[in-house]
């Protein structure tokens, strides 16, 4: 019996897909439809594919954790991995039903646009917002990727991470220009980012967009991990006069207080 150039593999390459990948997911899924643990030959025979190739799929979902083999009866079913996949898609949900209301207080609060935003590899991703009534605003939209080295939103995030990882982070991503204001150099960078730990919140002055500036402060988890920062964009005529400064400053702390709470932080 040999590989199929039919059906599911044409499919793969016709929709731009990654073949393997497309395999192992529906492994995955017929795994996850099995009313109990199954066999190499009950899986092999659900796909177009030679056994052999089920079998490399789940030695490869094995090695990954996200699935288990049973020693004694030989049999497959779905592991731990896949918790730690949905707890992490969890996370996210719980934030967007925390950040909510808040997150829509702090718009009107501050008459800027506000956000919530989660690290995703070397970016920082827009998770909610609410937009200003104002007709001078930052635009954004759920989704958006931004650097994190020159926003306030991903500065809190670096700010926060478990060292070895943010040395991992100032070794491998190339801090890019994206104004004069931009810090490109990583001892500056580090300095910045021990003031944002001390100070809790952290601040854009233009560094990204030469009109815009940002401040956001970190929203923790039951465990006082920070998972997400929250912060405010606004042009810069706006965001620059000292006093409405200091009063944004405890408008977005605040705010990451109240998500946080609704994380299940308890308040120092």
């Known amino acids: 019996m040999t590989e199929d150039s039919s059906g599911a593999g044409n499919k793969a390459k016709v929709s731009g897909t990654v073949q393997a990948l497309d395999r192992g997911l529906r492994v995955l899924d017929a795994l996850a439809a099995a009313s109990r643990d199954a066999s190499l030959a009950q899986l092999a025979a659900q796909f177009p594919w030679h056994k052999t190739t089920t079998l490399r799929m789940l030695n490869t979902l094995v090695q990954h954790g996200h699935v288990e083999q049973d020693r004694e009866t030989q049999r497959y ?25 808040p997150l829509r207080s702090l718009a009107a609060r501050t008459r800027e646009t506000a956000h919530i935003a989660v690290m995703d590899g070397d970016e920082v991703v827009v998770l909610e917002q609410a937009e200003t009534s104002e007709q001078i605003r930052m635009i954004t939209d ?3 990727r931004m650097p994190c080295h020159c926003t306030a939103l991903g500065k809190v995030l670096l700010a926060h991470l478990p060292i070895d990882e943010l040395e991992s982070y100032l070794e491998n991503v190339r801090l890019r220009r994206f104004t004069e204001r931009t810090v490109t150099e990583v001892e500056p960078l580090q300095v910045g980012l021990e003031q944002v730990r001390e100070q809790g919140y952290a601040y854009d002055d233009r560094e990204y967009d030469p009109g815009m500036c940002c401040l956001a402060a970190p929203v923790r988890d039951r465990d006082r991990r920070v998972v997400a920062s929250v ?9 620059q006069s000292l006093q409405d400064l200091d009063e ?10 109240v998500i946080s709470q609704g994380l299940g932080c308890q308040p120092r």
């Open 231 to 239: 912060g405010v964009s606004g042009p810069t005529h706006r965001m």
């Open 77 to 101: 079913r779905l592991a731990l991995g896949i918790m730690r996949l949905s707890r992490a898609l969890d996370r996210r949900i719980g934030l967007r039903q925390a950040g909510h209301t």
């Open 142 to 144: 759920v989704g958006m």
């Open 248 to 257: 944004i400053v405890v408008a977005v702390r605040e705010t990451a207080e």
